[in-house]
């Protein structure tokens, strides 16, 4: 990382410290107010956060909601190094840690973070529910977890734990209403069913239907218009059993169906070259207003089931972790965005389905020096897909060529197998008279993709067709691990350094050919330090990294199609500090700061946008040599600071709150272009929280995006013909200022 990079961090660091150290602290009587800590199974066991020895930021539940953290665009700006961003088309999402995403989002794409709920392994990201609801924390884990998460966690994971029946009665409910008519309703009811001592059963039902319309509008009023691009309607149903049979045992059953529409809303450059195009479309400088006349739709649905038993055998724990999901999406796109009918993409379908297997056998804490963790694992899923973009050749020199009808498709099927384990070495325990405990992890996975795929290229004013279609069946596996060293400077401050591998499995682009790639992998290093200090009423956390990659999957989205590349090599170099304070009782601040240079070492690719221009091109070639531009959906800094003050009142407590999050300027194409960037940003939330005394009933007022600002959430090219050879961007947006008042009763 350059000096000025490291110098921003350590200085900000120092301010942290500073800020959140004050005098007040050794003032105030231990117990008055602390910051708590939150209990995590980041590595597969109950563990105090503090004590887990990687870059881990867990946030509980309570916290989500105080934070009005929603779904992962919010959850984005409160976690370092974190990044969430739409798709360009439809109900994809993009989400990338410390560097590593992809925008292959295709079936026979995987996400380089993983994804988990409830401890089940989600393959695709468009399982990820819009609304956080009955959660009891989410834990992200930055950095390759390749020893207990296996492939495809070479970003990092994102773990979603949802609240497990208690042996108590109760419920909640709240109703939002807000701009752009919105309007969420949520519920959770909370039962035993039988109770025997320490023993119980129990159920719990969860619901969220949230609606609010478009945040884009749409001033074509014409036939096949639609008005609803960036609205929501969603439902979610979840229902949950747990039970604990005999002394020992305790089994958790999950069910959930939820229903997602409205589409993305994207907004594309016209005014890049508006002479070229057929009847001089006129570009609308606002990013929230357009004129499209095609139907632009989604529909999803989503499926999950998971099976959890856990069984007390004496010096360990057996545990099963067994998970089911499908889902399925259609859409349809307006690509060229335009009230001029220059291209149509009248469908895009994915049908998914996966289970998934996990054994696990797990020391229980003693006094010996050795703690363990074995495991297997299995997984199978099968995603089909179909998609067709039609161009009406109007916006061609030569319209009897130009037009094309452009149909892709088929279905992958994907294998994956593990065997892993996991021992730390306490030497304190040992009598060896040195507070280390070493980690050594180890995982070896094999995976296997078959199916076949089709491409179907017609140009119909010419009656000609030009079918293509292949099988395939590829095999890859892998050895991950890590090697790591914990210093426990003290009761509440320790000290790790690590070394870890991580694995994303190859793939295959859809109705490419060849459209097979390789595995891409990552090796980290990584030094933190993690303190609880003044009597719980500080927690400080630093951590420092190096991830080196080869293969990286970079998914290019070209005026002339879509191709994965293997980019030789790239680099991550950052720092993240983190900071949770109570100086006084009443007020908590929460502040992160992030620091990152992440580049391509060696990356040689063809690039059909602006070649003759772009510094590193040949204009008779255009191939490109991108080495040293910038990691795309990467900014080189961060900032987010979260403060919060509650004020006793007679009859309860009023809470103000109020959230910054600044980030640099970041790209979206690795070309770093002008147009694929996003210039540096700050947001800002608001919110008010009165409660009762006896916590039954709440009443929140909020502003999301205070300054009503256009941030670009992500960037794709357009077709070569749209653009007449050119190419233009086509952009989807964060959502923009919204605001509104939520009423909940606890009963």
């Known amino acids: ?239 949950q059993v747990y039970v604990e049979p005999f002394e020992g045992f305790d089994a958790r059953l999950i069910a959930s169906i939820s229903k997602n529409g409205d589409p993305v809303a994207t907004k594309t450059r016209w005014e890049l070259a508006p002479a070229r195009y057929v009847g001089a479309q006129p570009y609308l400088s606002d990013p929230r207003k357009v004129r499209k006349n095609s139907p632009e739709t989604f529909d999803q649905e989503n499926v999950y089931a998971s099976l959890t038993m856990n069984w007390d055998v004496g010096v360990a724990t057996l545990t099963s972790v067994t998970g089911y999901a499908e889902g399925d999406w259609a859409q349809s796109n307006d690509p060229d965005a335009s009230e001029l009918t220059l291209a149509t993409n009248p469908y895009w379908t994915l049908d998914q389905f996966q289970w998934s297997q996990e054994v696990r056998l797990a020391s229980n804490p003693s006094d010996s020096p050795f703690s363990w963790i074995v495991g297997a694992f299995l997984f199978k899923e099968k995603v089909g897909q179909t998609f067709q973009f039609t161009d009406t050749g109007r916006n061609s020199a030569s319209p009897f060529t130009d037009t094309f009808v452009f149909t892709n498709g088929g279905i992958y099927k994907t294998t994956s197998r593990a065997v892993f384990g996991q021992a730390d070495f306490d030497l304190g325990k040992a009598g060896m008279g040195a507070p280390l405990t070493l980690t050594v992890g180890l995982r070896y996975t094999k995976d296997t993709k078959k199916g076949f795929d089709f491409l179907n290229y017609q140009l119909p004013l010419l009656a000609l067709a030009f079918p293509n279609s292949k099988t395939f069946d590829r095999s890859w596996d892998e050895v991950t691990g890590k090697v790591g060293l914990t210093w426990q400077v003290g009761d509440d401050v320790i000290v790790y350094g690590a070394y870890a591998r991580g694995y994303l499995s190859g793939g295959g682009l859809v109705g490419n050919f060849p459209g097979i790639y390789q595995p891409e992998t990552v090796r980290a290093f990584e030094g933190g330090l993690k303190s609880t200090l ?44 983190e900071a949770i304070a109570a100086p006084v009782a009443g007020l908590r601040i929460n502040a992160a700061v992030t620091a990152t240079k992440a580049e391509y070492d060696e990356y040689l690719t063809v690039n059909n946008r602006f070649a003759a221009a772009a510094p590193g091109c040949n204009a008779t070639t255009r191939i490109c040599d991108f080495s040293g531009n910038r990691l795309v959906q990467t900014p080189e800094y961060t900032v987010n600071l979260g403060v919060q003050y509650a004020l006793d009142l007679a009859g309860g407590s009023l809470t103000p709150r109020v959230d910054v999050f600044r980030s640099g300027d970041l790209y979206f194409l690795s070309a770093n272009g002008p147009n694929e960037r996003q210039k540096a940003y700050t947001l800002v939330d608001l919110s008010v929280r009165y409660a009762a005394a006896d916590e039954r009933w709440t009443l929140e007022g909020f502003v999301r995006n205070a300054g009503n600002k256009d941030i670009v959430s992500n960037d794709g090219l357009q077709s070569n013909t749209l653009g007449n050879g050119l190419g233009f961007d086509n952009y989807a947006y964060y959502p923009p200022r919204t605001f509104g008042v939520r009423l909940g009763v606890n009963f």
């Open 534 to 577: 003044y009597d719980g009423r500080l927690l400080f956390n630093v951590a420092g990294y190096r991830q080196k990659i080869r293969d990286m999957q970079v998914f290019v989205q070209d005026i002339t199609g879509s191709r994965i590349d293997n980019a030789g090599r790239a680099h991550v170099n950052g720092i993240e500090v």
């Open 1 to 239: 990382m350059s000096r000025m990079l490291l110098r921003a961090a350590l200085v900000s660091a120092s301010a942290l410290a500073g800020l959140t150290a004050a005098p007040a602290f050794a003032q105030e009587k231990a117990g008055d107010n602390v910051v708590g800590e939150l209990i995590v199974t980041a590595q597969k066991r109950e563990e105090q956060a503090q004590d887990v020895p990687i870059a881990l930021t867990a946030i509980s539940g309570d916290q989500l909601e105080r934070q009005g953290v929603v779904g992962f665009q919010d959850l984005s700006t409160r976690i370092p190094s974190l990044r969430f961003g739409a798709g360009v088309t439809g109900g994809e999402n993009v989400i990338t840690i410390r560097g590593v995403g992809s925008q292959n989002t295709t079936s026979g794409g995987d996400s380089p973070v993983a994804y988990n709920l409830d401890g089940v392994y989600l393959a695709r990201t468009t399982s990820v529910d819009p609304e956080f609801f009955d959660v009891d924390r989410i834990e992200v884990l930055r950095g390759p977890q390749g020893t207990l998460y296996g492939r495809n966690s070479v970003g990092g994971s994102v773990n979603v734990i949802t609240r497990k029946p208690t042996n108590e009665t109760a419920g909640h409910a709240d109703a939002l209403v807000g701009n752009y008519d919105a309007r969420i309703f949520r519920a959770w009811f909370n039962t035993p069913i039988f109770e025997d001592g320490d023993r119980y059963g129990a159920i719990r039902l969860s619901a969220v239907k949230a609606e609010h319309d478009g945040y884009q509008k749409n001033l074509f009023t014409g036939p096949g218009a639609t008005h609803d691009a960036d609205g929501q309607d969603f439902w979610m149903i979840r229902g």
